[in-house]
């Protein structure tokens, strides 16, 4: 259509994009291992790390063993001072239970508390503030209170 100088219409340009994105066979898995080890911890940023490797292995060509996965996740989360605790409360674990599941929830719980956390601090702040507003229980009409005694 862009040929004949009428407009593209918004199917085909989306058509066209897709396909000019769109991997060959030769690179449909993204990833592969190299990729997944080059994902590392920094600054104890724990959201950022989690989703680097989230997309790693989502993206490899092979899913790589248990033992790898905790090998590799557990080499990063001991850089981690939030982390620590974790850690150590996963070593206590019978060994049958050490698993790369158990640290990844631990992960996810920690990123899930900091937000938490980091939430109520703000909330708490924002309240804190002169002219903000403060939650207060609505006042009752005195003409339903005196419909209620009768």
Same mark, same amino acid.
């Given at each position: 259509?862009?040929?004949?100088?009428?407009?593209?219409?918004?199917?085909?340009?989306?058509?066209?994009?897709?396909? $000019?994105?769109?991997?060959?066979?030769?690179? &449909?898995?993204?990833? #592969?291992?190299?990729?997944?080890? !080059?994902?590392? =911890? +920094?600054?104890?940023?724990?959201?950022?790390?989690?989703?680097? $490797?989230?997309?790693?292995?989502?993206?490899? &060509?092979?899913?790589? #063993?248990?033992?790898?996965?905790? !090998?590799?996740? =557990? +080499?990063?989360?001991?850089?981690?001072?939030?982390?620590?605790?974790?850690?150590?409360?996963?070593?206590?674990?019978?060994?049958?239970?050490?698993?790369?599941?158990?640290?990844?929830?631990? =992960?996810?719980?920690?990123?899930?508390?900091?937000?938490?956390?980091?939430?109520?601090?703000?909330?708490?702040?924002?309240?804190?503030?002169?002219?903000?507003?403060?939650?207060?229980?609505?006042?009752?009409?005195?003409?339903?209170?005196?419909?209620?005694?009768?």
């Amino acid at each position: 259509m862009a040929n004949r100088g009428q407009p593209m219409r918004g199917r085909q340009m989306a058509k066209r994009i897709t396909e $000019w994105f769109a991997p060959d066979a030769r690179n &449909r898995g993204l990833y #592969s291992s190299e990729d997944l080890m !080059a994902v590392a =911890l +920094k600054k104890d940023g724990l959201d950022i790390f989690k989703a680097k $490797w989230d997309n790693a292995l989502v993206g490899l &060509r092979a899913a790589p #063993s248990e033992d790898i996965k905790l !090998a590799l996740f =557990l +080499k990063q989360l001991r850089k981690s001072k939030r982390m620590r605790t974790q850690i150590e409360a996963w070593e206590r674990l019978p060994p049958s239970m050490m698993t790369y599941g158990w640290l990844r929830e631990a =992960l996810i719980r920690e990123i899930s508390n900091a937000r938490d956390r980091r939430h109520r601090q703000e909330t708490q702040a924002a309240l804190g503030k002169k002219g903000a507003a403060v939650l207060d229980m609505p006042e009752e009409d005195e003409d339903e209170e005196e419909a209620e005694e009768e």
